[in-house]
């Protein structure tokens, strides 16, 4: 309650119920994303700093989806019938019960552009006026398919297109479904709204002129009028999408993101770039991705939650929940699925595809292999074209790759199997046994006939070093 100094408290509304019918669509028009953000979100989290005594969202044509989108703190009520603008407000104030004093914003969900700025705005400009509703118009070159609004010696009258007259239809003053209602008032005047349109529809828009017969009406002119892209169609969609994600780039850049073509560049709200990163022509990077600082990405990296730590590269590749490490090389044309993790300074070349595995530290798969669910240790190189067999039509099983082990050409990996620490396979090797330690493997299936080479050179080096004089052996 208001007393003293203190503001009215403000109640939120966000009307989504409504189908959409414009879209064409089988999903509700408010579940429909922007920059990877469903477009009801963005009103909501516009609404957030004006601190709403409670938020809440009309919801009705596909519900549950909806509600499963918006953030916990908005509460949901239900319009079970879409019966109009009007009718939801009324839906919605009974959500409020008992509250009789403050003031009620109520917001089209389908206004992503919509800042808080203006939000509070229109709120200042209803209180100071003290007036029974404010309404949100501009002046649009192109008003088509919005509320023509008349205003005059405070009575606000909103003419929908499809009930317009020829002469109303030349106005280009528009409704932008956004309004602020002394609650007193609304409550009294939704009642009173009948159904006499084209639609048979409750039109909030007709609330508006009661109330402003009764206690008089004001609108408040936007300022930016990028803001006053509204959704209702396809085209609407990509001209809002494209507005937000001009946004997007500029704070990274802002923020110190070299980002070489903005116009061939996606960038979803959710997603972090540290500074110095390079972000090349034809990349998308899309929900939980995360970048450190230093990278190179792109061009045509396509990285869908996906995190990459500082001074990693990833050229021409797709990832998809990876995790690549600190100056981990990735492309160019590899494929990281969910599960992979990449250690710092590894790298995945051209043409691999990586599921469920942890590459260790300075590790290579640099040529057209498949490597699932497998553990690949440090130092260890993956030749050309080494497949892990995860799969044996049943079951997913697991392949263990040694520090520095190292896998000649072709190398087929029958799983589950390992091969150890400093081990070697034969180029177009079948290794379905596991390779012991420090063996070289040959063969098809592969049988392991005596001491790798590496092991070999490891130990003359030690030999060496040791400044022995050594009797060579035979193997
Ligand atoms: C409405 C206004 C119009 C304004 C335009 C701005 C009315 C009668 N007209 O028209 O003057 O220029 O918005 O965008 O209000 N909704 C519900 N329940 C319903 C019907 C709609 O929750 O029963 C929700 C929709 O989900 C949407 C919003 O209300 O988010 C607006 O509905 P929409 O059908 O798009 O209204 P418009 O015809 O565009
Ligand atoms: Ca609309």
Known sequence: MSEGGTLPQTFAVVLAAGKGTRMKSNRAKVLHTLCGVPMVNYVIEALKPLAPERLLVVVGHQAELVEAVLPQDAETVLQREQLGTGDAVGVALEALGGEEEGVLLVVNGDGPLISERTLEELVERHRSAG???????????????????????????????????????????VNLGLYAFKLSEIRDAVGRVARENSQGELYLTDVLEIIGRRSRAVTYRLKNLEEANLVNDRSQLARAEEILRRRILDAHMRDGVTVRDPDSTHIEASVEIGRD??????TFLRGATMIGSDCVIGPSADLL???VADGARVEHSVGRGAEVGERAAVGPYAFLRPGTVLGPDAKVGAYCEVKNTRVGRGSKVPHLSYVGDAQIGEDANLGAGTITANYDGVNKNRTTIGDGAFTGVNTNLIAPVTIGEDSYTGAGSVINK??????LAVGAPARAIRESPQRRRKRMQEGDEKGQSRTERED
């Not at 023509?148 to 020829?166: C, P």
């Not at 990163?277 to 034809?282: Q, R």
């Not at 596991?434 to 063996?439: A, E, F, N, T």
């Open 434 to 439: 596991d390779v012991p330690p420090g063996k």
């Open 131 to 173: 007036v029974g509703a404010t309404v949100l118009v501009a002046e649009l070159d192109d008003p088509s398919g919005l509320g023509r609004v008349v205003e005059d010696a405070g009575v606000v009258r909103i003419v929908e297109e499809r009930d317009a007259t020829e002469d109303e239809l030349g106005i280009r003053l």
């Open 305 to 307: 939650d996906t995190v």
């Open 277 to 282: 990163t390079v972000i090349l022509p034809g």
